[in-house]
């Protein structure tokens, strides 16, 4: 057991709900998890662009869809998410009546942030008609306003569910919606909003490293930027790039995604070499800040207080769930 008194450590919770307290060095994290799993049949729900100790740790593992999935049939009492803020929203609105925690409340999405509820629901009114697809990665104010949800994984067999004389409005990723438009040959109304990871990918230093490797295999997730992603020999949802380094018999890859992923990839084709494509800031890689808030000390802590707790108005909560369910129902539909 950790040796902490709780009083204190409850004390220390801030105003905006994450914990700053100090965590034993001599602690034993992951065994600390495992016992609080079952102590309090709690499930580790995580994204794969997590940090690989809490990839390590965790129960399921997945991109959007899978953790939607995941979260929607759980027998958990305890939803423990490791991944940014309108996930953990998603598993409270399958769930709401289960408690659902977060490492740190202020890991946030830059793309779900570049569509705030109101401004949506007044760029929805402008088009009268328009069926409303959005990404997952949004708030719960814009899932209330849409008619399904989609992910990178199903998007574009959600759109071609959607009869072709019904017109759409995308939102809120401007890059995906425009990759969909391509695949589908759907002209749909875009939301102007996208992931700051994916729009500073550098073209000019990708390019350097394809010289540098010339067998290397470029790689993209398409909320990338048209550019980028007329480089990439394959583009796909987190999953779907995990997947095409397993079955792929390249043995080099240019990886256009957060950088969490290359952890799967490592671990799945150990043989292989995987490059993560440069920002066109100074750093090497692109990792997403409000990701990588998440720590394996933090997720020991929520785990330990059940704090953090995801707390949502259940008018919400009821209104955004349907979009949801449809979006469940289309891909079980499909086999995704």
């Known amino acids: 057991m950790a040796d902490i008194n709780i009083e204190m450590a409850k004390q220390k919770l801030t105003t905006k709900g994450f914990l700053d307290i100090a965590v034993s060095p001599q602690l034993d ?41 995941q979260a929607a049939k759980t027998k958990a009492d305890l939803i423990v998410f490791a991944g940014v803020h309108f996930m953990a929203e998603t598993a409270k609105i399958l769930n709401p009546d289960k408690k659902v925690v977060l490492p740190d409340l202020k890991a946030g999405c830059s793309l779900a942030d570049s569509a705030p509820g109101y401004l949506f629901k007044a760029f929805k009114e402008k088009y009268p008609g328009h069926l409303v697809i959005s990404y997952i990665n949004c708030s719960a104010e814009v899932k209330a306003l849409s008619d399904i949800i989609c992910t990178s994984s199903n998007a574009e067999k959600i759109i071609e569910s959607v009869p072709k004389d019904q017109p759409i409005i995308f939102a809120p ?3 995906l919606g425009a990759y969909l438009m391509k695949k589908t040959g759907r002209n749909m109304v875009l939301w102007d909003g996208a992931c700051m990871v994916h729009e500073i990918f550098s073209l000019e230093k990708i390019t350097k490293l394809k010289i540098r490797h010339p067998k290397a295999k470029v790689i993209a997730h398409p909320e990338c930027e048209d550019p980028i992603l007329r480089q990439a020999d394959f583009i796909g949802s987190t999953t779907g790039l995990l997947n095409y380094t397993k079955r792929d018999g390249a043995m080099e890859y240019i990886v256009a995604t957060e950088t969490g992923i290359l952890h799967q990839m490592q671990l799945s084709s150990p043989q292989k070499t995987f490059i993560p494509a440069p920002p066109t ?33 259940r008018d919400l909560m009821i209104t955004a769930r349907k979009p949801i369910e449809r979006m469940l129902e289309i891909s079980a539909r499909y086999g995704l």
């Open 281 to 313: 800031t100074n750093c090497a890689c692109n990792d997403c800040p409000h990701m990588k808030l998440n720590t394996l000390e933090k997720l020991y802590l929520c785990m330990e207080y059940e704090q953090p707790e995801l707390i949502m108005d």
């Open 173 to 175: 990723d401007r890059n």
């Open 29 to 69: 994290l992951f065994l600390e998890i495992e016992r609080l799993k079952k102590e309090k049949n709690a499930v580790v729900l995580a994204h794969y662009y997590q940090e690989a100790d809490i990839q390590d740790v965790a129960d399921f593992l997945g991109d959007s869809l899978a953790l939607a999935q």
